[in-house]
């Protein structure tokens, strides 16, 4: 077996606005520790706020407004609004994250920032933080402009191999699951790994709409996100799907071939979650691990769910503490194999 593939196939189980007035004020005095109303267990979050750590457009912001919509809309926190604080692959949000007091606060977190703490030698990192659950797993999906020469995944492949820094690819920020896809494409075609970052012209960005814009513009030759992030356009025939990383065909994009079934030894998937900021109480973490529990039994989420094309794959409190530290060290072994990290 090749050794991409041994890590490939262990990777694919790992990776698998606000109320006004008096009814705010007191909002914000049960969400940091006041009296609960009538009828509230002690102990429980009438408001969180609720982070995407990247630009608007993308799987964060996706996520991020989705669980401020599920928690308010099914009625499970009274206030959750949800904002933005892009850059550097969430490692600007993470560092906000760090210096945060309001115990109530999700940020959501994921398979790039693990890549990005790495690749940016982030000085805060995600083990600093509170992880209170993963939610959701997602394929990854390799798009062309409907007007691109490469009719299948080995064409593009074959492309970058031979042209290197001739053909551009977009996707989420350096050392991401999108930039570690790309990566191993590349080694499984034979590219040395110590070759890879001289030969992959990888385009980073901090959202989804940018990556988007990107292809649409034919600025970029290729594109790799989540399939939620690109199916509107697949479908709607403004971009091409070449694969989906995941091993079986994706339900949003049920026709688009896997990677393996192009003949490349290569499966992924990317997850989301949500971390709170670090050195915050036990009481404090298990309130809003059962604000999260709640979240995922919510019907409103499922519909979500199904909506976005998210699979399931909620862990939480120490479950998500084991795998998240499993992920980190899976992650940085992936990138040395790609040569992105030493």
């Known amino acids: 077996m090749h050794p991409n593939t041994a890590r490939n196939t262990r990777t694919q189980s790992m990776f698998r606005i606000g109320l006004a007035g008096a009814a705010a004020l007191a909002l914000a005095a049960c969400s940091s520790g006041g009296t609960p109303a009538d009828g509230e267990a002690p102990g429980a979050i009438s408001a969180v706020n609720v982070i995407a750590p990247a630009d608007p457009g993308g799987g964060w912001d996706q996520t991020a407004r989705e669980i401020s919509r599920v928690l308010t809309e099914d009625g499970i926190v009274g206030s959750a609004p949800a904002s933005n604080i892009g850059g550097a692959g969430g490692t600007v949000g993470l560092a906000n994250l760090a210096t945060e007091t309001d115990p109530n606060t999700l940020m959501v977190t994921g398979s790039v920032m693990v890549g990005a703490v790495e690749t940016n030698a982030s000085d805060t990192r995600i083990e600093d933080m509170t992880p209170i659950a993963q939610l959701t797993e997602e394929p990854l999906v390799i798009v062309v402009p409907a007007d691109s020469p490469y009719e299948s995944l080995q064409d593009l492949v074959d492309a970058i191999v031979a042209e290197g820094q001739g053909v551009a690819v977009t996707g989420g920020s350096a050392g991401g699951i999108d930039h570690i896809l790309a990566g191993l494409l590349l080694t499984e075609a034979g590219v040395a790994p110590e070759e890879v970052p001289g030969t992959l012209n990888y385009v980073a960005n ?15 030759q290729a594109g790799i996100s989540g399939v939620g992030e690109f199916s509107e356009s697949v479908l709607s025939g403004d971009l091409r799907a070449l694969a989906v990383s995941s091993a079986e065909p994706a339900e949003m994009l049920p026709d688009v071939p896997t990677i393996q079934d192009e003949g490349i030894d290569v499966t992924i998937t990317n997850w989301r979650g949500v971390i709170a900021p670090g050195g915050i109480s036990d009481e404090e973490r298990a309130a809003l691990i059962d604000l999260v529990t709640q979240l995922h039994d919510s019907t409103v989420w499922a519909d979500a769910l199904e909506q976005r094309g ?25 990138l040395r194999t790609i040569g992105l990290i030493e």
């Open 206 to 220: 901090s959202g989804g709409g940018e990556a988007l814009t990107m292809l649409l513009g034919n600025t970029v």
């Open 310 to 334: 998210w699979t399931d794959a909620f862990l939480a409190g120490d479950d998500f503490d084991a795998f998240l530290t499993e992920d980190i060290t899976l992650t940085q072994e992936t």
